[in-house]
C-alpha cells in the first residue's frame, strides 16, 4: 500500500480539502502529473480541467480552473499544495449551471471574445466531465 502523504487543495477564497492521500493526478499546462509520498519537489502551472486525490478509502475528483501545483519533499516526507484559481469538488457541482454556461460560452466562441470564451467553455466542460 502507498504511504500517505500532506495535500491541500486551496483557492483564494477557502480551503477545498486538507487531508492524508495517497496519490494525486493532475492536470499541467504541460501535461498530466501524478504524485505520490517521495516524489521530486517541482512546481507546475495546472490547466483547467480535473484533479483527482485518492485517500485510502476513496478517491476524490474536482474541476479546477488553472493555479500551481506545488511538491516538496524533505526527510522521507512529502507535501503537496495545489493553489487553484477557482476550485469544486464533484459533489458541489451544480450541473445546471455548468450547462447553461457551457451553452452561453459556446454561443460567444468565434466572436470578438473567443480566448475568454474558449476558457469559459473549457471550465464547464471539466465540470460536466466529472458529472459522468
Keep these: 500500500m502507498a504511504t500517505p502523504f500532506a ?5 483564494p477564497e477557502r480551503e ?4 492524508q492521500a495517497t496519490i494525486v493526478v493532475a492536470r499541467g499546462t504541460e ?3 501524478g504524485v505520490m509520498n517521495g516524489h521530486v ?3 507546475i502551472q495546472l490547466a483547467i480541467g480535473p484533479l483527482f486525490i485518492e485517500t485510502e478509502n ?5 474541476a479546477v480552473d488553472g ?3 506545488h511538491v516538496i519533499t524533505r526527510d522521507d516526507e512529502t507535501r503537496v499544495d495545489i493553489l487553484a484559481e477557482h476550485a469544486e469538488l464533484a459533489d458541489e457541482i451544480d450541473t445546471q449551471r455548468a450547462q447553461q454556461q457551457r451553452d452561453r460560452a459556446e454561443q460567444r466562441v468565434g466572436g470578438d471574445d473567443d480566448e475568454e470564451a474558449k476558457a469559459e467553455l473549457a471550465k464547464a466542460q471539466a ?3 466529472l458529472q459522468r
Design 67 to 69: 493555479g500551481f501545483l
Design 7 to 11: 495535500v491541500s487543495l486551496v483557492t
Design 41 to 43: 519537489p517541482m512546481l
Design 16 to 19: 477545498v480539502w486538507s487531508g
Design 127 to 129: 465540470r460536466l466531465d
Design 31 to 33: 501535461g498530466e502529473v
Design 58 to 62: 476513496e478517491r476524490l475528483a474536482a
